[in-house]
């Protein structure tokens, strides 16, 4: 039950740091978004993953894991997002959960139990309802990559939690926060040059203007509580039951973005957020 109800927080804050990190999107790079995410996370999550209970000890073994972790679930999903309109992006973007199970059950042989597999489908179904757009466009799939790199990043999100699991369950989730502070400081300063900016340069810009930064400062800062909810809950739980729940954030995305993006929001969207809170319940009392 631990890991359910940290999923479910987690859900929550993702969207709203999703939503804020698309928003900042129209201003500068998404490398920035996620530099400004690397450097939030090293000054808390590297306190709080020690304070918690983690360690040293187990870096050089944990450490490339949390490497991979953060180039394919959160550097590429950054750019992934940045594509195309916020509801496009997302309903393919919330497809990992699928890939999670697919890689779980062969890298990490976990078994969903037989009642619970009807909701984790609900939950999935719902969550691509929730996302569906009332049309695409072949000129704004062509001009923004709408479909290439969600799928990428989608692919990529769910080998990446299924291997961090396995880590996960041979050290422990503190450990791999702790890793994973440290990961995420130099991949983003890769992102950085790879996008021809200079973190001096934009160290000093935030410095100087840190409320035109606001968006960016705040979606990076619920990026890391929310990924930092997602592996304690893997600690508690398999990454088959965890991910569909995390990413129902997807369904909370499609109504901020409604609020506060100005993307519209249908009836099909609404089913999908009902049908998402059926199957997590479903998943809650069956697991």
Known sequence: MTGIIAAIYASFILAIGETSLKKSFRDFEPSVGYFVSAVAGLILLLPAGLILGGSFSNLAQVLPYAIMSAVLSEALYFYALSKGQLSITAILLSTYPVYTIFFSHIINDERIAAEAWPFVGITIFGTLLSY??????????????????????????????????????????????????????????????????????????????????????????????????LWVAFNYSDASIISPIVATSGGIIVLLAALFLDERLRLRNGVGVALMLAGVIGITFTT
């Open 132 to 229: 569906l757009p009332s049309k695409l466009t072949r000129r704004e799939l062509v001009l923004s990559q709408a479909l290439v790199w969600p799928i990428i990043a989608a692919i990529a999100a769910g080998l990446a939690d299924t291997v961090a699991k396995s880590i996960i369950n041979q050290t422990s989730a503190y450990d791999f926060l702790i890793a994973l502070a440290i990961a995420q400081v130099p991949i983003s300063l890769i992102y950085l040059r790879l996008e021809k900016l200079r973190p001096g340069t934009e160290i000093q810009k935030i410095l100087k203007a840190p409320q035109y930064y606001f968006h960016a400062l705040s979606g990076g800062l619920m990026a890391i509580i929310g990924t930092s909810l």
